[in-house]
């Protein structure tokens, strides 16, 4: 029997709303395989050269131009002009181009903005703690998601670039980060088949956090035939090359807008220039895709980080096209849940009173904040 009857009935009825179906437009239709995803049309523009015969300033130039290509094609399709099945499969394509990148990049490491440059082909680990492979410690279809997301085809990679006081799962992203099943990119992408004919509606890359693993996912990609649509599940710490591979593969954003400036992010997850990185990358993937924003409220930072967080979606993003999803499930854990004393701030769950206000604001400013249910 498919998983696909187990639905939750609001994962159904989120459909008939108009601001979730215009938001989510293009997600949708790949989800209901009226529109190929991102990858597949990836697939079908022609690299006229071997992306392992080239250097890697000939591969970005050589990236550049096909990303072109790839756009008008994406504009095509989605316009109705033209349908993939009309066009054949080159030997070398863009997504070829973009996963030999990937790989080049990990030799001197800038996936995300730590920017370590470290070799991770020689076993060197960072602050991810992550070699060259990519560990996925589970997957399954999630039906805890946001209603349009849901069966969600999660996956879970280990390794994270954040270093979050509170993580929930600092088992996978901090603790035991290669102890998941090193998987190769034919083995990634068998899983992705299994979980969409099981009823998956998207592939959700998230971990941890899936950036340091996107060599593997992209590579991963390329073995792929089944159409489904890409949803990258991030802290959006991406660096700006990684963004670029990025870009023409995701079909749905799912970004965790956690602060509001700098210095709680500093303090809490570790991570310098949280605001101008993420920021950055908000405003390119908005351009790219559709996009559902998340943010967790934590006690005590509502003026300090929910606000600003709000106001920033208003101010920046296109405000009909970008859900917001305004969490209220904090609790302490991990070294909070330990060393409460350390972060007295965040050593409770928010109070009743602190949703209810990023609620008013969140209307305030006229967001679509929780258009989305969990
Ligand atoms: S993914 Fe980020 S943290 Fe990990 S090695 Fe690369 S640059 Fe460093």
């Known amino acids: 029997m498919l998983e696909w009857l187990y639905i939750r009935p609001d994962a159904l009825q989120v459909w008939h709303d108009p601001i979730v179906v215009r938001a989510l437009s293009w997600y949708r239709d790949v989800m209901l395989n009226r529109m190929p995803a991102k990858f597949l049309i990836a697939k079908h523009v022609e690299s006229p050269e071997d992306p392992a015969s080239l250097s890697l300033d000939e591969l970005w130039r050589l990236h550049d131009r096909l990303a072109s290509e790839f756009r008008e094609l994406w504009s095509r399709i989605r316009g109705g002009e033209i349908r993939l099945e009309q066009l054949s499969k080159p030997k070398h394509s863009f997504l070829d181009v973009k996963a030999e990148i990937a790989w080049r990049l990990i030799r001197r490491c800038v996936l995300c903005e730590r920017r370590c440059m470290i070799d991770r082909t020689?076993?060197?680990?960072?602050?991810?703690?992550?070699?060259?492979?990519?560990?996925?410690?589970?997957?399954?279809?999630?039906?805890?998601?946001?209603?349009?997301?849901?069966?969600?085809?999660?996956?879970?990679?280990?390794?994270?670039?954040?270093?979050?006081?509170?993580?929930?799962?600092?088992?996978?992203?901090?603790?035991?980060?290669?102890?998941?099943e090193p998987v190769s990119p034919r083995r990634l992408a068998e899983i992705q088949a299994e979980l969409r004919g099981r009823g998956a509606r998207n592939i959700n890359h998230v971990g941890g956090e899936p950036t340091p693993s996107l060599h593997v996912i992209l590579s991963s990609l390329k073995y792929l035939d089944v159409n489904v649509p890409q949803l990258w599940n991030s802290n959006f710490y991406m660096s700006e090359e990684a963004m670029k591979l990025l870009v023409d593969v995701v079909d749905i954003w799912l970004p965790d807008f956690k602060y509001g400036n700098n210095k709680c992010a500093q303090r809490l997850s570790g991570i310098p220039r949280y605001m101008e990185v993420v920021t950055r990358n908000l405003v390119e993937a908005s351009r790219h895709g559709d996009m559902l924003i998340r943010h967790l409220v934590l006690p005590s930072h509502l003026e300090c980080c929910t606000k600003p967080v709000l106001r920033w979606i208003a101010g920046n993003l296109p405000r009909e096209k970008i859900l917001v999803n305004i969490m209220d499930q904090y609790r302490p854990e991990h070294l909070v849940a330990r060393y409460p004393w350390r972060w007295p701030d965040i050593a409770r769950r928010p109070r009743v009173g602190e949703i209810a206000e990023a609620y008013r604001y969140a209307e305030k400013l006229g967001l679509n904040y929780r258009q989305v249910s969990l």
């Open 122 to 180: 020689r076993g060197g680990r960072s602050i991810c703690l992550l070699d060259d492979k990519a560990y996925v410690h589970s997957w399954f279809l999630h039906m805890g998601e946001e209603a349009p997301l849901v069966p969600s085809g999660t996956i879970f990679y280990g390794g994270c670039n954040f270093k979050c006081v509170f993580c929930q799962n600092y088992d996978i992203s901090q603790l035991d980060v290669r102890g998941g």
